[in-house]
């Protein structure tokens, strides 16, 4: 089965810098790839997503990119600010059939010191 | 609209007793997921459904979680004898269809088993 491998497991940044996390899966069938923002207590958040027909994805201060080939893909938060510290959780799935259950990262957190 | 909701918020029980988890997904979303989060882990799949039926259970650890749909709206999930093994935030997730593949998770439901 599929297999998500997620690097830093801590990150600390200064407001304004730029944060990037990585993920590898396992699983060349994997064709839709979710991160999600956590906060402390509170529900995951999906912030981003890329389809495997798609290389790179932009959403303002958010970008995520793709390697098929490699299986590995990233998300890059430019212009950091304090409330983006979280965790932050990659994610691999299969959609076809009777599948489509996300596999998960163990999280980054990510801490913006002001 | 609203989103997912789930209740209860916390469950405290004691080893051996019976609890049932219910989740209430977006109206009109027809896919549904569980997931199990443990302290500082990503979310692990539980079970999904696709209308009614359970089209994928293979996340489910034992004979002792069950999940169930009748309508096709709310979900309940079932815990057998319970054992402290199963402390954690579960998680219910809804998508619009099988096709669409957002997932949009709920604030989850906090078992402590004492």
């Known amino acids: 089965g599929e297999n998500v491998e997620q690097h830093p497991s801590t990150l600390s940044v200064q407001e304004g810098d730029s944060a990037v996390i990585k993920c590898t899966y396992s699983?060349?069938?994997?064709?839709?790839f979710p991160w999600y923002k956590q906060e402390l207590g509170k529900r995951p958040q999906l912030i981003i997503d890329i389809r495997s027909n798609v290389g790179e994805k932009k959403d303002q201060r958010i970008a995520v990119t793709l390697n098929k080939t490699a299986k590995h893909f990233s998300l890059h938060i430019t212009e950091t600010q304090p409330e983006d510290s979280a965790v932050y959780f990659c994610a691999a799935c299969f959609y076809g059939g009777s599948q489509g259950n996300l596999i998960f990262g163990k999280g980054t957190k990510l801490s913006v010191k002001p | 609209g609203a989103g997912v909701s789930q209740t209860p918020s916390n469950k405290v029980t004691e080893k051996g007793k019976y609890v049932e988890l219910r989740c209430d997904p977006i109206?009109?979303?027809?896919?549904l997921y569980w997931y199990r989060q443990s302290l500082g882990q990503g979310p692990e799949f539980l079970i999904y459904f696709q209308g009614t039926g359970a089209a994928d259970d293979s996340g489910l650890p034992n004979d002792r979680f069950f999940a169930v749909r009748p309508e096709g709206s709310v979900s309940t999930l079932k815990i057998q004898r319970t054992e402290r093994g199963d402390s954690a935030v579960y998680l219910c997730?809804?998508?619009?269809?099988?096709?669409?593949?957002?997932?949009?998770f709920g604030p989850g439901t906090r078992l402590t088993v004492l």
């Open positions: 699983d060349s069938a994997s064709n839709y």
């Open positions: 109206s009109g979303h027809t896919a």
């Open positions: 997730a809804s998508s619009l269809t099988r096709d669409r593949n957002e997932q949009f």
